[in-house]
Every structure is written in structure tokens, then in C-alpha cells.
């Protein structure tokens, strides 16, 4: 049987290209495709390579090794991807079960639920970042309104900035999220909960059984996507802290754009060198499940 | 319904409330506080009002007349934004349509691996591929060039605008194809008559996506560009950050102008992103 699928598919193919010959259709879509591939040629594969090229002496390493700062920074990673990334997704979760309900309102919330991804961060984010200002910011300012105390000094405390930083990319890139999931939702057969109701399933047994197992794989998969993008979050550090205080809050992202700053190239290709074992496999499980 | 029902659909309701509002305020804050900025005059942002005794179009006046040191160059800036993004779109639109044409429609040898090497790159996070690319980007004299941006911009964004595409182009029938070759059309009149109209939908949607994605970073347009003359508005914003005593109403007030078109394009085309956008990624 497969042998005749493929034969019948081998003439198929024959016979729709019988017009202009193989060559022709080759020659045709190497023309069509050259343009991304000069592309890819000369602002991806040239730049990496010159860039590992650039970070071949293992001097640079005992060098970011010795850097206290560089240390500090994969811990900041570290516990950026890991805090920030859950915490998102379980509310990106969460909210596509609110979204999902049918009311007016809620229509409308989502419309506007949507603005921290589609406007610019820079505005925003330092919108917040004078917000969080010890002295004339809002916040602060009701603190004092308040309880006749002053505020702490948000942006001061390495721990607290960081943390606000998390919470600014939250704020940016929950709503992507809560979409996709929400679409995901959607996807989930409506009978399903019929039945389910008819049955008397509460709704944690209507979770546990029908929307998380019909969800798992796309919540795993964007989960490691956002690991991803999140790595290469610049903005939500370094437009709220700059990094500081004291070159605490740096993450990766930030960090080689640091030394690149300071001149040091070896150094910033060196820190994303070494990300790479984070990375890779994340990249390596992506692949195998988008590239089919 | 029993009273019992009664009560439990009241609880439901108050419920989703309790969530709706808070999620209503998260969003909106610093959005609020943005806007809340550009109509105060300068001491009244700066006390904590929450909304101000006086508003005012002052701030407005200020910048759209650049009467502001940090703001000489505004419209210069607002422009290389417009140029840059729509530059980006181009580019992107061209390199990712053909790309996806030979990949998909003409079933190209090694189409697989052009394919492949494109979602590693989609993979690359941003950061990381800023420094090879200032470096090259120097190398090839392209630095303070708007072109730096632009190809900076399509080469990040065209992996992924080829993925969306090969998904939508697959979905068409090889049929039309067939038809069309039968009475003798090339195969670029396969790609002007028959996949470019069929495909209009999912153009929009990567256009935008590539305009947007453009119009939004930060990073790249100041690693590349550092002349006042051809910097984009965002990292004029930056900018700002360098004074102590920087005129921070002025910035939130350029910053809301800058955040409207992205805004408006968001929502007008709301229907292709959310279509064309989703649905590649929630195939994973």
C-alpha cells in the first residue's frame, strides 16, 4: 500500500512540474529564496561566526569568571527565568479561563487587556520607573499620604529592583501570552464540558480532566518559547534599573550589551558564549516540535 | 432556578468581577500615569495628583514645537521612525514572500534546511544577536545609516514572517497550481497571479507584525544609530535618561504620541494578527 501512495505521489509530482522541467522549477526557487539567504549569509551566520571567532581565547572566560558582576548576573537570570516565567505563565493560564468567559464586559476588558503588548516599552516602562521614584513618584507619594512614612527606596535594593523588573516584563508580555492560551482554550470541544456537567463535575474536576490534559503541550511549549524571548529581554531590565544599583540587577541580556558599552567585545561575546548551554537545548526542543 | 442556583450564579458573577477589576487596573496604571504626565504641567506631575487641578496642553505645545532642548529634533525623529518601519516592512515582505513561495509552492530542493535555519535564527534571543550584529554592522560601514536598522530589523524579523507563511501557503491547493501550469503560466506568474492575491490576509498580518516589531525596539536603534539627526524617537526617549534634571511630563508626552500609531495599527488590523499570529503559534 505505502509503495503505491508513494508512487502515485512520485508521478504526481512529475507530471505537475512535466511543464517546465526540474531544472527550470530549481533554478526558479533558488531565485525566489536568495534573497533571505543573503540575508541569513551576511547579517546572521557571518556575524556569529566572526563573534565566535572574537571569543575563541579561553582567557576571556578565566576573565568573566573573575568578574563578581558576571557571577551575580547568571544568578539573576536564573532566578528571572525561573520566577518571572512561571509566575507569568500560571496567570496567563489562569486569565485565558477568565478571558473565555461570555460577557459583555469581559469582551471589552480584553480589548483593552491587550495594550501593555501593543504599545512601545520605552514609554511605558519608564512611565513605571518614575512611578517607583523615592522621591516624586505616585507611589511613594501615597505611601506617605497614607501612613505619614516614607516609601522604601524601590529601585535602590538590588532584590526589589530586580523583582520590579520582573514584574515589568510580566506586565509587557502576559497579555501575548493569555491570547495564545486563551486560543488554545477555544480550541477545546464544548460537548466536553457538557458532558462533564451533565456528569456533575465541579470546576477544578472540570480542569483537571478536560482543559489541562487538552492544554499541557501548548502551555509546555510556550512556556520554553517564553524562556526563549526572555532571555533576550533587554528592555524590561535596563530601561527600569540600568542594571544598577551597583551592576546588581544585570541578567545576561543586559550584560553583554555592557561590556560591548565598555568596549570590550571579547567579554560581551564571552557572557552570551556562555549562555549558550541554557539556550541550546530549549533552541534543540523548539525545533523538533515546530519544524515539521 | 432554585435559590440555591440563585446564590451560586451571584458568587460566579462577583467573582469574575473580583478579577476583572484588578486585572482592568494592572493594565492601565502605568499607561494611566503616562498619560496622566502629559497633561500636568510640571509641579503638578511631580506631587502625586491623580489627576491634575489644572490640566494642560502645554506639554503637547512643547513638543510637537520642539521647544525643548531634548526634543530639537522630534519630528526628524518621529520621521526616521516612519521611514525605518516601513523600510523594515518592505524588506521583510519581499525577502519572507519569495522565501516562502520557493519553500512551499515550487517545493524547492533543500527547502527544509532554508526553513530550519530560519527558526534557529527566529530562535537567537534578540539580545544576544545585537552584539555580532553592531560588529558587523561597523564592519560594513553601515553604522549611523538608516539601512543598518532596516536590515538589522528584517533579518529578525523574516524567520518568523516565512514560517507564518509557508503554514498559510501550504493550506492552498496544489490544484490552482496545476491548473495554471496546464495552460502554460510560468512560475512567476504562479507568484504574481495565483499565491499573492490567495495570500493577501497573511501579508497584512507579517507586514504588520514587521512594522510594529520595527517601529518598537529600542535596543538595536541604539546600539546602530547615536547621530541626533538619525536616531528614532525611542531612543531619543532614551535619551532622556542621561540628565539628571530631565523634563520627564515632555518625555511621557513624546512617549504617549510615540506609543499612538503602534496602538492604532494594533488595533485596526486586530483581526489579521490575531488570526495569522496565533494560530502558527498555537500549532506547537
Not at chain 2, 6 to 30: A, H, M
Not at chain 2, 35 to 62: C, H, M, V, Y
Not at chain 2, 188 to 199: A, H, T
Request: net charge positive; glycine share 6%; charged share 10%.
Amino acid at each position: 500500500m505505502t509503495a503505491t501512495t508513494i508512487d502515485t505521489a512520485a508521478r504526481r509530482e512529475k507530471s505537475r512540474w512535466a511543464g517546465f522541467g526540474l531544472s527550470e522549477r530549481q533554478a526558479w526557487s533558488l531565485l525566489f529564496v536568495a534573497p533571505y539567504v543573503a540575508i541569513f549569509i551576511g547579517f546572521v551566520l557571518f556575524p556569529v561566526g566572526y563573534s565566535f571567532w572574537l571569543a575563541r581565547s579561553p582567557h576571556l572566560y578565566v576573565e568573566l569568571a573573575s568578574d563578581p558582576i558576571f557571577l551575580r548576573t547568571v544568578i539573576n537570570t536564573f532566578v528571572f527565568l525561573v520566577v518571572a516565567i512561571n509566575v507569568k505563565m500560571a496567570l496567563a493560564l489562569f486569565l485565558s479561563g477568565f478571558f473565555v468567559q461570555k460577557r459583555w464586559w469581559v469582551k471589552v476588558l480584553a480589548v483593552l487587556f491587550v495594550l501593555p503588548w501593543a504599545v512601545p516599552s520605552i514609554p511605558t516602562i519608564l512611565s513605571v520607573r518614575f512611578m517607583l521614584n523615592p522621591e516624586w513618584g505616585v507611589i511613594n507619594q501615597l505611601i506617605f499620604a497614607f501612613t505619614a512614612e516614607d516609601g522604601p527606596n524601590w529601585l535602590n535594593d538590588p532584590a526589589l529592583a530586580l523583582s520590579l523588573s520582573m514584574l515589568v516584563h510580566i506586565w509587557k508580555s502576559l497579555p501575548f501570552w493569555t491570547l495564545i492560551l486563551l486560543a488554545g482554550r477555544l480550541a477545546i470541544p464544548g460537548e466536553l464540558y457538557e458532558a462533564a456537567s451533565v456528569d456533575g463535575a465541579g470546576a477544578w474536576h472540570r480542569f483537571r480532566y478536560i482543559t489541562w490534559p487538552s492544554m499541557s503541550t501548548l502551555y509546555v511549549t510556550c512556556t520554553l518559547l517564553s524562556m526563549i524571548f526572555t532571555v533576550g529581554d533587554f528592555n524590561s531590565v535596563y530601561l527600569l534599573t540600568g542594571g544598577g544599583p551597583a551592576d546588581l540587577t544585570h541578567v545576561l541580556a543586559t550584560l553583554g550589551i555592557r561590556y560591548l558599552r565598555l568596549d570590550q567585545v571579547g567579554l560581551a561575546m564571552a557572557s552570551i558564549v556562555c549562555a549558550l548551554p541554557l539556550i541550546l537545548p530549549l533552541v534543540y526542543f523548539m525545533m523538533r516540535r515546530l519544524s515539521r | 432556578m432554585s435559590p440555591r442556583r440563585v446564590l451560586r450564579n451571584i458568587g460566579f458573577e462577583s467573582g469574575l468581577l473580583l478579577i476583572g477589576i484588578p486585572v482592568l487596573l494592572w493594565t492601565l496604571i502605568p499607561i494611566y500615569h503616562m498619560f496622566l504626565f502629559a497633561i500636568s504641567p510640571k509641579d503638578a506631575a511631580f506631587s502625586g495628583q491623580l489627576w491634575p487641578t489644572n490640566p494642560t496642553l502645554r506639554n503637547f505645545e512643547t513638543v510637537l514645537g520642539q521647544k525643548h532642548h531634548f526634543l530639537n529634533h522630534f519630528w526628524l525623529q518621529m520621521l526616521n521612525s516612519v521611514v525605518i518601519s516601513l523600510g523594515t516592512a518592505a524588506i521583510t515582505l519581499f525577502v519572507a514572500t519569495a522565501a516562502a513561495f520557493a519553500i512551499s509552492r515550487l517545493r524547492m530542493k533543500g527547502g527544509r534546511l532554508v526553513m530550519n535555519l530560519a527558526l534557529l535564527t527566529y530562535f537567537i534571543p534578540a539580545a544576544f544577536l545585537a552584539v555580532p550584529m553592531y560588529k558587523t554592522m561597523g564592519m560594513y560601514g553601515l553604522l549611523n545609516n538608516d539601512w543598518a536598522l532596516v536590515l538589522a530589523m528584517a533579518t529578525i524579523a523574516s524567520p518568523y514572517a516565512i514560517w507564518i507563511l509557508r503554514q498559510a501557503s501550504d493550506k492552498l491547493p496544489v490544484e490552482l497550481d496545476e491548473a495554471a501550469m496546464i495552460d502554460g503560466a510560468s512560475p512567476f506568474q504562479l507568484f504574481r497571479l495565483i499565491y499573492l492575491p490567495l495570500m493577501v490576509p497573511s501579508l497584512i498580518a507579517v507586514g504588520t507584525y514587521a512594522l510594529l516589531l520595527a517601529w518598537n525596539e529600542y535596543l538595536y536603534a541604539f546600539l546602530l544609530l547615536s547621530k541626533n539627526t538619525a536616531i528614532t524617537l525611542p531612543v531619543a526617549l532614551g535619551n532622556f535618561l542621561s540628565a539628571d534634571d530631565s523634563p520627564w511630563e515632555l518625555l511621557m508626552t513624546a512617549g504617549f504620541l510615540y506609543a499612538l500609531p503602534p496602538a492604532a495599527i494594533y488595533y485596526a488590523f486586530r483581526r489579521y494578527m490575531s488570526s495569522g499570529l496565533t494560530a502558527g503559534a498555537v500549532k506547537g
